[in-house]
């Protein structure tokens, strides 16, 4: 069996995502991407919220073949819930455990 090949992004939103509303914040964001990728593109990049990294990020997994279409999709997501939001890509990498290294080294 061939494993799907990912790829992890370090996404930043302009407002904070405290834990009391991260449930519905993976929801709206979900659907925020369906309609920026289309249903056929979401199927494909495969996107999941791995980790909350505390109140000013996430990491979002996509595959690998998706994730630049990912990455201009998730700028493009303005409003969810009928606030304004903007989202930020800091950084990606093939591993989880390479993203948060990288994190660590910068700070």
Do not use: C, H, W
């Not at 993976?26 to 109140?55: C, D, H, W």
């Not at 493009?76 to 819930?81: A, L, N, T, V, W």
């Amino acid at each position: 069996m061939i494993r799907d090949k990912r790829r992890y992004l370090t996404i930043m939103p302009s407002r904070p995502v405290f834990e009391s509303e991260r449930a519905a914040f993976e929801a709206s964001f979900y659907s925020a991407l369906l309609v920026q990728l289309g249903e056929a593109e979401y199927f494909k990049a495969n996107p999941k919220i791995m980790k909350f990294i505390g109140t000013d990020g996430f990491i979002l997994r996509v595959s690998l073949e998706r994730y630049e279409k990912s990455i201009v999709a998730v700028t493009f997501i303005k409003s969810m819930g009928g606030k304004p939001i903007g989202f930020y890509t800091m950084k990606s990498s093939g591993t989880i455990k390479a993203l948060q290294k990288r994190s660590a080294e910068k700070e």
